[in-house]
């Protein structure tokens, strides 16, 4: 499985999710790869600040040819994570070519639901070449214990792209572990916000056996 996280606006938590889905997937036994596919290198920087042996290698890969060039990589890993550039251009392009799955993360917000609708448009356009592609939605740094998440999922309704059920909180515990090249789901494995971050693998992993019917 390769999947790309995409979304035109920045500051949406791609490279968080990105780190945590790869992570998520190595302690169910998948052998994984995370490709950094931003100019910026966060997932780059993540990896280099971590002590000790890396949880899973991390490459960059900010270029146009990366649906050609991740074709070297696909036999040695089962899954293989993009985290995206936080821009429509021909990176996002390439990503979205190399990609089986798209997520796009979308933060709580009535701008982050209308500039979904670049990247939206972008997907219907690759569609003509990735038929069987699949695409979704990920509401990420949800406000506990408000309805703004719940708001969100029902706006993103106008488009004909899938909204995740399970949604990621926004958490100082991602922020502590990030600057420590770890994940929450190390720190701690039972909290909520690794059960958060397990039940979006889950839904994840169940697209991925889902054939598409539209």
Excluded: C
Excluded at 2 to 10: P, R, T
Excluded at 65 to 79: G, K, S, T, W
Aim: hydrophobic share 45%.
């Amino acid at each position: 499985m390769i999947v790309s996280l995409l979304n035109q606006k920045g500051g949406v938590g791609k490279t968080t999710l990105a780190v945590h889905v790869a992570a998520a997937l190595i302690q169910r036994g998948h052998t994984v790869l995370l490709v950094d596919a931003d100019l910026q290198g966060s997932a780059l920087d993540w990896s280099a600040s971590r002590p000790g042996d890396p949880l899973f290698p991390v490459i960059g890969l900010p270029t146009k040819n990366l649906h050609r060039e991740i074709l070297q990589h696909v036999a040695h890993y089962d899954d293989i994570v993009i985290d995206g550039p936080p821009r429509v251009n021909e990176l996002a392009r390439a990503a979205i070519m190399a990609a089986d799955i798209v997520l796009i993360p979308v933060q709580p917000s009535p701008y982050d639901v209308w500039a979904a609708k670049e990247i939206v448009e972008l997907l219907s356009e690759a569609s003509v070449f990735k038929e069987t592609q699949k695409y979704a939605f990920v509401i990420n740094r949800k406000i506990v214990n408000t309805a703004i998440g719940r708001d969100v999922a029902e706006a993103l309704a106008g488009y004909a792209v899938p909204v995740f059920t399970a949604t990621v909180s926004q958490r100082v515990a991602f922020a502590e572990r990030a600057g420590q090249g770890s994940t929450v789901l190390e720190l701690d494995p039972q909290g909520v916000a690794s059960q958060e971050m397990n039940r979006l693998v889950d839904e994840l992993l169940t697209l991925s056996t889902t054939k598409r019917t539209a």
